[in-house]
C-alpha cells in the first residue's frame, strides 16, 4: 500500500468536472474544490487554516444555491447569469472569491513544479503575490504572508503526496492543469460579463 498517493486517495479531481460547451458543471466543480481544500492539511501549519476556512466558507455559499435552485445552478455560469437577474449575488461572490482561491493554489503549485531547486515558502509566497494579494486588505496581506512562511520543506511536502516520486509527478501535472483550466474558463466567464464587479 506504501505506494498510494494523496491524489489515489482523492475521490474527486479537477480532471473529472465536466465542462459541456464551455460551461462547468456545479455539483462536480464543488467536490474537486472540497477534495482541494485538503491539500492544505499535508502543508501541516495551523496558518493555512485561513486559507481553508475562507475556500470551505465559499463552497457552502455556492452549495447553498444549488440545493436551493438546482436547475438554474447546474453549471456555473447559469449560477451566475441567474444571480444577476435576481439581484443576489451571495452565491456569485462567493464563487468569486473560491475561483480566486483556486487560482492561488495552481499558481502557487505550478511555481512549485516550475522551481524544483526553490522551498515552498518562496513559491507559495510568489504564487500569492501573483494572485490574491491585489485583492487583500491592509488587514489580510500579514496573515496570508505568515501562512506563506509556514510552508514546509519541499522534500518534506512532496514525501507526503507519496512515496513514488515518479507516480507523485505524473499525478500532480494531471491535477494541476486540470485546476489551471478549469479556473481560467471561470475567470474568463466573469471578466466576459463583468460579473465580478463591487463583489
Excluded at 474544490?33 to 485561513?50: C, H, I, N, P
Excluded at 475561483?99 to 526553490?118: C, D, I, K, W, Y
Excluded at 504564487?127 to 494579494?133: A, D, M, N
Aim: proline share 3%.
Amino acid at each position: 500500500m506504501s505506494d498510494v498517493t494523496f491524489f489515489d486517495e482523492q475521490k474527486h479531481s479537477f480532471a473529472d468536472v465536466p465542462v459541456v460547451n464551455g460551461k462547468v458543471s456545479t455539483a462536480e466543480f464543488l467536490l474537486a474544490a472540497e477534495a482541494l481544500v485538503k491539500l492544505f492539511d499535508l502543508l501541516g501549519s495551523s496558518a493555512f487554516s485561513v486559507v481553508q476556512n475562507d475556500m470551505n466558507g465559499n463552497i457552502a455559499k455556492v452549495r447553498a444555491k444549488l440545493l436551493a435552485a438546482p436547475t438554474e445552478a447546474a453549471t456555473l455560469q447559469d449560477l451566475i447569469l441567474s444571480e444577476v437577474k435576481d439581484k443576489k449575488k451571495t452565491a456569485t461572490q462567493g464563487l468569486l472569491w473560491l475561483t480566486r482561491g483556486l487560482q492561488f493554489t495552481a499558481v502557487s503549485m505550478r511555481e512549485t513544479v516550475s522551481h524544483p531547486n526553490e522551498e515552498m515558502t518562496k513559491t507559495f509566497t510568489d504564487g500569492y503575490s501573483k494572485t490574491l494579494i491585489k485583492y487583500h486588505s491592509v488587514f489580510v496581506k500579514p496573515v496570508f504572508k505568515l501562512a506563506m512562511k509556514a510552508c514546509p520543506y519541499r522534500a518534506d511536502f512532496f514525501k507526503k503526496l507519496g512515496a513514488d516520486q515518479d507516480k507523485v509527478a505524473k499525478q500532480l501535472e494531471a491535477w494541476l492543469s486540470a485546476l489551471e483550466k478549469i479556473v481560467k474558463i471561470i475567470m474568463d466567464f466573469f471578466e466576459s460579463g463583468n460579473y465580478g464587479k463591487g463583489l
